[in-house]
């Protein structure tokens, strides 16, 4: 279906193209991306992009116009005008990512902008570079905006929720298009450095406006860029410089401690290296890492433990919904030999009293997910105990988010959720909206039998029942607050479901009993 055409201005014209190639140098100049002695060889670079030979001189306001407005009326001018043959999401990526490709420096420039501010200090670096992602159009903050996020009190603190909306829907036009594609080892996997600058295609995003920090960690060459989803302030991924799978041992540690060392205002932490535990890419090596203190990391410790051969590191069991270890100290190796050893212990731990098996024959379950963080002159490492066994009840996993759960929470338990954000899918915008008519008339006995007729709405008519019998006045002023509320309770539930070692005073016992064999 083709577009709307666009109309700008009193003249009743459509996209005026030379006027918007002015509004993003303007845009670019504003942001820092280009100075004035870029223009022309901007501009030039732009009309070469849209297949121009020229523009006109326009008059415009000199200020900073909205960026992706202006990419919106580019990208339609080049579809009405043949530049692209197709509008669907992707195509408008790809297509936009190359106008943006046009306005940022080239790799060297902006690491050597990096290492000078680094010079004055860590944090002035990460902000220049953070502020690039955004500005450049890389993170499109347009879309991270659309997230819904709010914090639910729970018994472990203020848990963060977000529904994710910015990722963008799949194209079935470009679905059915990737089908016919020739394959493509290049890049990779979606981490690996030879994304940086990448034009992408329909199975793959553009990068042209990505940029990659190089980082040095235990004498290896590791990269620093920020996810263009920022789930969380300053959310930035650390990658290997190879595409190598991850695995979680004493290397992955003292990277962690090189990392927060270089990087003292950041954590940063790795997914487990196993199946349904990780939550993320597992063939490339990376950590995620940022700027936010989750509840997690704002936990204290429940009970302190003394570990032979450890002096001067504190040992200790969280207090938080997962099973978290906390070792703290000021001597990074010795703190990396513990969590090691730790890791180690644990890889081959087994107590049946609490559904807990290292291996299925050959097949290993226990996995760590680690966390690093500076508190001061001491460095932090969480270490989160981690299970991927199945069973028939619990064919998805026996520390995973239950059946009863899944309404709102199915997918893998990985680094991010286990801190306390939950990353909740994009269909529970539409679904909690039109849950909510169905609470606020509950007062209609029959009301519910609706739902069965409601293939979307199907799975959370228990739980909406249940709200009701807990909530005496459901009303259009206090409905949005109780689904909130009761969103973040059942994250909280899905944590405590994820956890090797439950909460209660049998699981204590249990995680105690492990902690005192090491």
Same mark, same amino acid.
């Given at each position: 279906?083709?577009?709307?055409?666009?109309?700008?201005?009193?003249?009743?014209? &459509?996209?005026?193209?030379?006027?918007? @190639?002015?509004?993003?140098?303007?845009?670019?100049?504003?942001?820092?991306?280009?100075?004035? $002695?870029?223009?022309?060889?901007?501009?030039?670079?732009?009309?070469?992009?849209?297949? *121009?030979?020229?523009?006109?001189?326009?008059?415009?306001?000199?200020?900073?116009?909205?960026?992706?407005?202006?990419?919106?009326?580019?990208?339609?001018?080049?579809?009405?005008?043949?530049?692209?043959?197709?509008?669907?999401?992707?195509?408008?990526?790809? %297509?936009?990512?190359?106008?943006?490709?046009?306005?940022?420096?080239?790799?060297?420039?902006?690491?050597?902008?990096?290492?000078?501010?680094?010079?004055?200090?860590?944090?002035?670096?990460?902000?220049? %570079?953070?502020?690039?992602?955004?500005?450049?159009?890389?993170?499109?903050?347009?879309?991270?905006?659309?997230?819904?996020?709010?914090?639910?009190?729970?018994?472990?603190?203020?848990?963060?929720?977000?529904?994710?909306?910015?990722?963008?829907?799949?194209?079935?036009? &470009?679905?059915?298009?990737?089908?016919? *594609?020739?394959?493509?080892?290049?890049?990779?996997? *979606?981490?690996?450095?030879?994304?940086?600058?990448?034009?992408?295609?329909?199975?793959?995003?553009?990068?042209?406006?990505?940029?990659?920090?190089?980082?040095?960690?235990?004498?290896?060459?590791?990269?620093?860029?920020?996810?263009?989803?920022?789930?969380?302030?300053?959310?930035?991924?650390?990658?290997?410089?190879?595409?190598?799978?991850?695995?979680?041992?004493?290397?992955?540690?003292?990277?962690?401690?090189?990392?927060?060392?270089?990087?003292?205002?950041?954590?940063?932490?790795?997914?487990?290296?196993?199946?349904?535990?990780?939550?993320?890419? *597992?063939?490339?090596?990376?950590?995620?890492?940022?700027?936010?203190?989750?509840?997690?990391?704002?936990?204290?410790?429940?009970?302190? %433990?003394?570990?032979?051969?450890?002096?001067?590191?504190?040992?200790?069991?969280?207090?938080?919904?997962?099973?978290?270890?906390?070792?703290?100290?000021?001597?990074?190796?010795?703190?990396?030999?513990?969590?090691?050893?730790?890791?180690?212990?644990?890889?081959?731990?087994?107590?049946?009293?609490?559904?807990?098996?290292?291996?299925?024959?050959?097949?290993?379950?226990? &996995?760590?997910?680690?966390?690093?963080?500076?508190?001061?002159?001491?460095?932090?490492?969480?270490?989160?105990?981690?299970?991927?066994?199945?069973?028939?009840?619990?064919?998805?996993?026996?520390?995973?988010?239950?059946?009863?759960?899944?309404?709102?929470?199915? $997918?893998?338990?990985?680094?991010?959720?286990?801190?306390?954000?939950?990353?909740?899918?994009?269909?529970?915008?539409?679904?909690?909206?039109?849950?909510?008519?169905?609470? @606020?008339?509950?007062?209609?006995?029959?009301?519910?039998?609706?739902?069965?007729?409601?293939?979307?709405?199907?799975?959370?008519?228990?739980?909406?029942?249940?709200?009701?019998?807990?909530?005496?006045?459901?009303?259009?002023?206090?409905?949005?607050?109780?689904?909130?509320?009761?969103?973040?309770?059942? %994250?909280?539930?899905?944590?405590?479901?994820?956890? @090797?070692?439950?909460?209660?005073?049998?699981?204590?016992?249990?995680?105690?009993?492990?902690?005192?064999?090491?």
């Amino acid at each position: 279906m083709a577009p709307k055409i666009i109309l700008l201005g009193d003249d009743n014209m &459509a996209v005026n193209i030379s006027t918007e @190639v002015e509004k993003i140098l303007c845009y670019a100049k504003h942001k820092k991306l280009i100075t004035s $002695e870029d223009l022309i060889y901007t501009k030039n670079r732009l009309l070469e992009t849209l297949s *121009l030979d020229e523009i006109k001189d326009e008059n415009i306001e000199d200020k900073e116009y909205e960026v992706q407005q202006v990419l919106d009326n580019i990208t339609l001018w080049a579809y009405e005008n043949k530049r692209i043959d197709d509008y669907g999401i992707i195509a408008r990526d790809l %297509f936009d990512t190359k106008i943006m490709a046009c306005l940022i420096g080239r790799p060297s420039e902006i690491i050597k902008e990096f290492k000078r501010l680094y010079n004055e200090s860590p944090r002035s670096a990460t902000d220049y %570079f953070y502020n690039l992602s955004i500005n450049s159009n890389y993170i499109r903050l347009a879309r991270v905006k659309k997230d819904l996020k709010w914090k639910v009190a729970t018994s472990y603190g203020d848990i963060d929720i977000t529904i994710n909306l910015s990722k963008p829907e799949k194209d079935p036009k &470009a679905i059915a298009r990737a089908i016919n *594609l020739k394959s493509s080892g290049y890049p990779k996997c *979606l981490l690996c450095k030879e994304n940086e600058g990448y034009a992408g295609r329909i199975n793959h995003p553009a990068r042209g406006n990505h940029r990659l920090i190089p980082v040095t960690l235990d004498k290896e060459n590791w990269f620093l860029q920020y996810s263009p989803y920022v789930y969380y302030n300053e959310h930035c991924i650390v990658l290997n410089g190879e595409h190598v799978p991850m695995k979680i041992c004493l290397g992955t540690f003292k990277r962690l401690l090189d990392f927060v060392q270089q990087y003292p205002h950041y954590f940063v932490g790795s997914n487990a290296d196993l199946p349904i535990v990780g939550g993320s890419i *597992l063939s490339h090596d990376h950590f995620q890492g940022g700027n936010y203190e989750f509840a997690m990391a704002k936990a204290p410790v429940e009970e302190e %433990f003394k570990v032979k051969g450890y002096a001067g590191i504190t040992l200790g069991r969280v207090k938080w919904s997962m099973s978290v270890i906390r070792i703290k100290g000021k001597d990074k190796g010795a703190l990396a030999k513990l969590a090691d050893y730790i890791l180690k212990a644990w890889k081959n731990y087994s107590d049946e009293s609490v559904s807990i098996s290292a291996f299925t024959g050959d097949v290993a379950h226990n &996995a760590i997910t680690p966390i690093a963080r500076r508190r001061g002159d001491n460095y932090e490492i969480d270490l989160v105990l981690r299970n991927n066994r199945t069973s028939t009840q619990f064919p998805d996993g026996i520390f995973h988010p239950h059946i009863e759960l899944h309404h709102i929470k199915k $997918e893998n338990i990985g680094l991010i959720e286990v801190m306390g954000l939950a990353v909740l899918p994009s269909r529970l915008k539409t679904e909690i909206k039109e849950l909510s008519y169905y609470l @606020v008339n509950n007062k209609n006995k029959d009301i519910f039998k609706e739902l069965d007729k409601k293939d979307d709405l199907l799975k959370h008519k228990e739980w909406a029942i249940e709200l009701t019998q807990k909530y005496s006045d459901i009303n259009e002023k206090n409905v949005d607050d109780i689904l909130k509320k009761e969103i973040g309770i059942i %994250f909280s539930e899905v944590l405590e479901q994820a956890g @090797v070692f439950k909460t209660d005073d049998k699981g204590k016992q249990a995680f105690n009993k492990f902690i005192v064999s090491l």
